[in-house]
């Protein structure tokens, strides 16, 4: 899980909020304009949708590893 991560914040890993990729996500499944993401927003949604944002990235490594062993 932790090395899907490492990849969805690449190039912003000391400031996600400001990724492009990750504000995407954030205005797709919450309908915060990824404009109007700032620090303490990003932060509060991760807090807020932790669980939600856990069982994700559950799912998209699991099927990263299943499309991994399709030859």
Known sequence: MLHL???MTRGYRLRPWRSPYLR??????SGIHADA????GF???LW???RELASYLLWAE????KTRLVP
């Open 5 to 7: 991560l490492w990849r």
């Open 43 to 45: 932060w509060r949604f």
């Open 48 to 50: 807020r949708y932790r």
């Open 62 to 65: 699991t099927m990263e590893n």
């Open 37 to 40: 993401i700032t620090f303490s």
């Open 24 to 29: 995407w996500r954030i205005e797709t499944y």
